[in-house]
């Protein structure tokens, strides 16, 4: 068997459509799943439950039909470029984490392990990235908030880069115990290391990062839904406050970019929880070509589990104030992570 | 050709604005090191917080409220002139629009005060009708205030099992009245129609649903740590400052004031025959207006279901004239609403309209605290003070 050349330009045209394919679908299948199914279970909906006959399956594509027909209404005084840029650089942001997250062996976009500028203490710098890219997203919230003229979508804004900054430090404190106890950067690194451990000599599961970082994935979920803005953290958005927060002048195409930014990011941030503290991809004694098949199908299942607990959080709570939210990374988030590094960090020496 | 001694477009004026005129809207000093400039948004007339038509003028500094000025008015109707041109069994259809979600509440005190003036009185199945069906319309509306509030503070959930428990109250509403919203089925002398056949089960049921889900609300909302932080102590009302500014209901109640014209007014309706007891709570904030409510709605669903049990037969209706002349004299009256105190002054000279009619809604009052209310609270507490009063613009605005 001969291996099919393909050139690095065909390559690169293929990674492209299946990001460009897949960012979207994920957003589209949590919308429709969570959004539209298990709110309306949880909240004993109608609506959403109706069209189409079964299950209310027609709902998201009349949603879709509706956003896409919508007229493009810009403020008069708006700053025009950079109202239309700031919904592109909140969805390229999305699209950015999604290149490092591996489902499978050999199932990634980029692992970004072999790059030449990751090589050094670590091997790899696919967590480094994907946490780096992950907050690009604020630049674009703070682009649409001061470019659409309408002090409540400033407001929105500026709540939205106060919590963003804020949460980002929780959030890569909470990785950092898994980097610690892995040793590797590096995703796929982190995947093996829990494909290959054992449980107490019973290797059935491989080993669940969660069994030894509970603390850092309950930070990381935390913090991920504050980078999220959903609630119990969705003050930049608050509808009962500021209508949408800094969406408040966005119709159609461009509020779709927004949705799509927004349900995506959750989808990738759950897939990052799987991958880092659930075992990614792994299956037990699945190896090779196998699992390269096998390993989406494992990671997605995983991923929905996270989505769920999420979602679930965001249906039910509401939302803190400002300064509470504030009062929460500061004084709690951030000395927690850091004790949580501390001990795995003398556990790692000791044993 | 000819010339306009306007200038050109650009070169209009800067009209100044001396801030000082806005230093009566309220004297708050915050931030004083640190003068940044205040901002004012204008919250509404369309805000998915002001339940209608309110405009809150607020002056912001960064997330800090300065000063907050409430506007009203995008509502009126003008109820109170307009009743001088109907007769009495017609203005019930006007006053069941002024507090649209507890319309059938609206119209008893002004029967009762038709009736008072008329020296008749409504048999007491009559009575009892009236009672339940007040009561239930109180249960609609702080079903609706127990999802809302929860809505306002971020969580959706309580919002929607708010409104499916209240459809339950309309539905019964509905089957006695024909109405979910606007019965109009008060009578002077008594009211309309008697209740269709298995009501009373189908309304036991629903009672003993409404008790279940009061203690949903308890567990989902109340209990919530997040809620409490948002709600406990924000947006007190001292005792003394409600009653000054003529506080009422459940808001004043919730300030630790033992009154509820059920028990302490003159006797209207069958309240007496009842055993029920009045809820307060000494803290005053928008927790303690969540929760006195949850402890009412549970009261009168207790209330409902022992006038279920006690309810007696016999006629609906007095007798009573074919054209209702009310004979002259004035009256006063008014009872206690789910929004708070409701009261018509009615002036009549014989005819078969009311030559005058003042209308004292409770939610106008309510809302004349807000500008000392909001003083220097965040953002997000004007949400939570707006949505803990309770008020609605018709009531308001009449």
Not at chain 1, 32 to 48: A, E, I, N, T
Not at chain 1, 285 to 309: E, S, Y
């Amino acid at each position: 068997m001969t291996a099919i050349e393909i050139g690095w330009g065909t390559t690169l045209a293929i990674k492209t459509v299946i990001v460009l394919g897949i960012v979207p679908l994920t957003a589209l299948i949590l919308g429709y799943v969570f959004l539209l199914k298990m709110m309306s279970h949880m909240q004993s909906r109608l609506g959403p439950m109706d069209p189409g006959g079964f299950h209310g399956w027609y709902q998201l594509i009349g949603d879709g039909i509706k956003f896409l027909q919508k007229e493009d209404i810009m403020p008069g005084e708006a700053d025009r470029r950079v109202f239309a840029l700031a919904p592109a650089i909140v969805v390229l942001s999305t699209f950015l984490v999604f290149v490092v997250i591996p489902a499978g062996p050999r199932v990634s976009v980029a692992s970004l392990d072999s790059a030449p500028f990751a090589k050094g203490a670590f091997d790899g710098v696919g967590v480094f990235y994907a946490l780096a890219v992950s907050s690009l997203s604020v630049i674009g919230v703070l682009m649409a908030g001061w470019a659409s003229s309408n002090k409540y979508a400033l407001l929105g804004a500026l709540r939205a880069a106060a919590q963003l900054i804020a949460y980002e430090l929780p959030l890569v404190l909470a990785v950092v115990g898994v980097v610690i106890q892995t040793g590797t950067m590096s995703l796929q690194g982190i995947v093996s290391f829990q494909q290959h451990g054992s449980l107490f000599g019973w290797s059935g599961v491989g080993f669940p990062l969660i069994l030894t970082q509970f603390v850092g994935f309950a930070l990381f979920m935390v913090a991920a839904q504050a980078e999220l803005t959903q609630p119990p953290f969705d003050m930049p958005v608050a509808e009962s406050e500021l209508v949408a927060g800094y969406m408040v002048e966005y119709t159609g195409f461009r509020f779709l970019f927004f949705f799509i930014g927004e349900f995506g990011t959750a989808f990738a941030f759950a897939a990052l929880a799987a991958t880092l503290f659930l075992g990614g991809w792994s299956v037990p004694w699945v190896h090779g070509t196998a699992a390269d098949f096998l390993g989406p199908v494992v990671l997605f299942a995983k991923v929905m589990f996270v989505a769920f607990l999420m979602f679930w959080a965001r249906f039910t709570y509401p939302r803190f104030r400002e300064d509470q939210l504030q009062a929460i990374a500061w004084k709690w988030l951030i000395p927690v992570a850091l004790a949580n590094i501390l001990l795995t960090g003398v556990l790692k020496v000791a044993f | 050709m000819t010339t306009t001694n306007l200038p050109p477009p650009g070169d209009l004026p800067e009209i100044a604005v001396d801030p000082a005129a806005f230093r009566h809207l309220a004297d708050a000093q915050v931030n004083v090191e640190l003068d940044t400039g205040d901002m004012v948004l204008n919250i509404g007339p369309q805000h998915p917080a002001t339940h209608g038509t309110l405009r809150l003028v607020v002056r912001l500094d960064g997330e800090r409220v300065v000063s907050a000025d409430p506007i009203i008015g995008y509502m009126h109707r003008g109820y109170e002139k307009l009743t001088e041109f109907r007769t009495y069994p017609q203005i019930t259809t006007l006053i069941n629009r002024i507090d649209w979600l507890s319309s059938f509440a609206n119209e008893v005190p002004f029967i009762e005060a038709a009736e008072h003036l008329m020296a008749i009185e409504a048999p007491p199945r009559a009575q009892y009708l009236r009672t339940i069906l007040t009561e239930l319309s109180r249960i609609a509306t702080f079903l609706l205030f127990l999802g809302e509030m929860g809505l306002q503070v971020g969580a959706i959930t309580p919002a929607f099992y708010g409104f499916r428990d209240r459809e339950y109250v309309l539905n019964l509403i509905e089957a006695v009245t024909g109405g979910r919203f606007h019965p109009n089925f008060n009578r002077i002398g008594g009211i309309k129609d008697d209740l269709p056949w298995g009501w009373i089960s189908e309304c036991r049921g629903v009672m003993n649903k409404t008790l279940a889900s009061c203690d949903e609300f308890d567990d989902l909302v109340v209990g919530n740590p997040i809620f409490q932080k948002r709600t406990r102590s924000i947006g007190i009302i001292p005792r003394e400052l409600g009653a000054a500014y003529g506080v009422s209901g459940s808001n004043l109640r919730a300030s630790g004031v033992d009154w509820d014209l059920r028990r302490d007014g003159p006797k209207y309706l069958v309240y007496d025959e009842l055993d029920w007891q009045v809820w307060t709570h000494p803290d005053g904030d928008s927790f303690s207006r969540y929760w006195v409510r949850l402890q009412e709605t549970r009261e009168s669903a207790r209330m409902v279901l022992q006038m279920l049990d006690q309810m007696p037969s016999g006629p609906l209706m007095a007798k009573v004239p074919r054209i209702i002349k009310v004979p002259e004299g004035e009256v006063f009256v008014n009872t206690e609403n789910p929004l708070g105190e409701m009261g018509y002054y009615v002036i009549s000279k014989g005819a078969t309209g009311p030559f005058r009619t003042k209308i004292r809604s409770a939610s106008f009052s309510n809302v004349s605290i807000l500008p000392w209310l909001l003083r220097g609270v965040y953002v997000p507490d004007i949400v939570t003070i707006l949505a803990s009063l309770y008020f609605i613009l018709g009531d308001i605005d009449r």
